[in-house]
């Protein structure tokens, strides 16, 4: 069960059949997931479905859902997660090479899925934007 930015206890069934309602958004398109959610409150605007590639997995998140942004910026990046995958509260998603040629460990601030990583700029250092949703807010497919 799901709880709507309204209260309302929604099931994924529920969800499921309004998917055809829903917005569907390509995992690397990121204008269009900048129309279908709030970056300053951190939540959806509008439910959205995604697709992994070359997969059959499809999460659906409500208006409303809770979003993670992560932004991450190194002079080289090494992703542990991909797109679509499942993780654990304080499981790590990346390492960082910073300038001073340190380590970072990027973790993720709670459990649920990743939905995209775009890149912010393609200039040194690498930049990008995490965007997680809590197991909470979303539905797997």
Same mark, same amino acid.
């Given at each position: 069960? $799901?709880?709507?930015?309204?209260? &309302?206890?929604? #099931?994924?069934?529920? %969800?499921?059949? =309004?998917?055809? *309602?829903?917005?569907?958004?390509?995992?690397?398109?990121?204008?269009?997931?900048?129309?279908?959610?709030?970056?300053?409150?951190?939540?959806?605007?509008?439910?959205?479905?995604?697709?992994?590639?070359?997969?059959?997995?499809?999460?659906?998140?409500?208006?409303?859902?809770? $979003?993670?942004?992560?932004?991450? &910026?190194?002079? #080289?990046?090494?992703? %542990?997660?991909? =797109?679509?995958? *499942?993780?654990?509260?304080?499981?790590?998603?990346?390492?960082?090479?910073?300038?001073?040629?340190?380590?970072?460990?990027?973790?993720?601030?709670?459990?649920?899925?990743?939905?995209?990583?775009?890149?912010?700029?393609?200039?040194?250092?690498?930049?990008?934007?995490?965007?997680?949703?809590?197991?909470?807010?979303?539905?797997?497919?």
């Amino acid at each position: 069960m $799901l709880q709507t930015k309204d209260r &309302e206890q929604r #099931s994924c069934k529920d %969800l499921a059949e =309004e998917a055809g *309602k829903a917005v569907l958004v390509p995992i690397q398109d990121f204008q269009e997931l900048a129309k279908a959610i709030d970056i300053y409150e951190g939540r959806t605007i509008k439910p959205l479905l995604f697709e992994k590639k070359d997969t059959a997995k499809r999460i659906i998140i409500p208006s409303g859902a809770s $979003l993670i942004l992560l932004e991450v &910026e190194g002079s #080289s990046i090494h992703f %542990l997660k991909d =797109e679509g995958d *499942k993780v654990g509260r304080r499981e790590k998603i990346m390492l960082v090479l910073t300038g001073k040629r340190e380590v970072r460990v990027v973790k993720s601030p709670r459990e649920g899925f990743i939905i995209s990583v775009f890149t912010l700029s393609h200039s040194r250092p690498e930049k990008y934007l995490v965007v997680i949703v809590g197991v909470d807010d979303a539905c797997e497919l």
